[in-house]
C-alpha cells in the first residue's frame, strides 16, 4: 500500500511514518497544506490520511480541492476534532472514514487496508448503482440524463445538456462539431452554425473545478476528458 499521510506534528508524523513502515506500508508525509495536491497528484497514493488542522490550507479545504480535481482517493481524516459535527463535516466534504486522536495503531491499519479493499474491488466500486458513471467530480446518471455533483444536481440549460450527453455519449472520442450542432439545435435552421461556441464557451465555465476539461481538437471537434487523463 501507498500511503499519503499530511500531518502538521513533527512528532506524530514521524511516530506514524515509523510504525505505518514497519507494518508493510510505503508512507510519502507532508504537514503544509499548500503542498499536499502537488504530493497527492505525483504520488496517486492507495489511501490518504488527512489531518485537519493545517499551515497554509486546512484539512477541509485541502479535500474540497481533491474532490474538485477528480481526486478519487480513499482519504481517512485523522484529527484531534472529535465532535459528531466535525465528522459529519469531513463527512460530507468528501472523507471516506474519520478516526479521532487519539488513536490506537492496529484500528489505523486496519481501517486503512479495509478503504483500500473497497475502492480497489470492481465489484463495489462499480456498485453505485447500474448504469451510473464516475467522471472526475461529476457523477452521470444514464436513465435519467442528470448529472451530478457532490450529489447535488448540476444546472445546465437544454443546450448544454444536449451536448454534455452527446459527448458523454462517445467518451474518450471527439464529436464533430457538426454532429453537435445537430444534436444541440435540431431542425432549427434559423440558428447560425457558429451558435454552437458559444455553448461550448458556458459549458466549459460550468465545467471548472470537475476534474473534466472539453477540449477543441482542430479539424476534428470537441472531446470531453478527466484531467488525469
Not at 505505518?20 to 503544509?32: K, S
Not at 461529476?138 to 444536481?153: C, P
Not at 440558428?191 to 455553448?199: L, N, P, R
Request: with cysteine; aromatic share 4%; hydrophobic share 40%.
Amino acid at each position: 500500500m501507498q500511503l499519503l499521510l499530511v500531518e502538521d506534528d513533527p512528532t506524530m508524523q514521524a511516530t506514524l511514518h515509523r510504525a505505518l513502515t514497519r507494518r508493510g506500508i510505503e508512507v510519502t508525509a507532508t504537514g503544509d497544506g499548500g503542498t499536499v495536491l502537488r504530493h497527492w497528484i505525483a504520488r496517486q497514493p492507495d489511501a490518504v490520511v488527512l489531518d485537519l488542522t493545517l499551515p497554509g490550507l486546512d484539512g477541509l479545504q485541502v479535500l474540497k480541492q481533491a474532490r474538485d480535481k477528480g481526486l478519487r482517493t480513499p482519504v481517512l481524516i485523522l484529527t484531534a476534532r472529535g465532535t459528531v459535527g466535525d465528522r459529519v463535516i469531513g463527512l460530507n466534504a468528501g472523507a471516506d472514514d474519520y478516526l479521532p486522536k487519539p488513536f490506537d495503531l492496529d484500528e489505523l491499519e486496519a481501517r486503512l487496508r479495509a478503504l483500500v479493499r473497497r475502492c480497489s474491488d470492481p465489484a463495489v466500486s462499480n456498485a453505485m448503482t447500474p448504469g451510473t458513471v464516475q467522471l472526475g467530480a461529476i457523477r452521470y446518471d444514464k436513465e435519467s440524463g442528470a448529472l451530478y455533483r457532490h450529489g447535488e444536481v448540476m444546472e445546465f440549460t437544454p443546450r448544454e445538456l444536449a451536448l454534455m450527453h452527446a459527448l458523454l455519449a462517445q467518451p474518450g472520442h471527439a464529436v464533430a462539431k457538426e454532429r453537435l450542432y445537430e444534436l444541440v439545435f435540431p431542425g432549427q435552421l434559423d440558428v447560425q452554425y457558429e451558435a454552437i461556441e458559444v455553448v461550448v464557451y458556458r459549458l466549459r465555465k460550468k465545467l471548472a473545478g470537475t476534474g473534466l476539461t472539453l477540449m477543441t481538437l482542430r479539424g476534428l471537434g470537441y472531446l470531453l476528458r478527466t484531467d488525469e487523463a
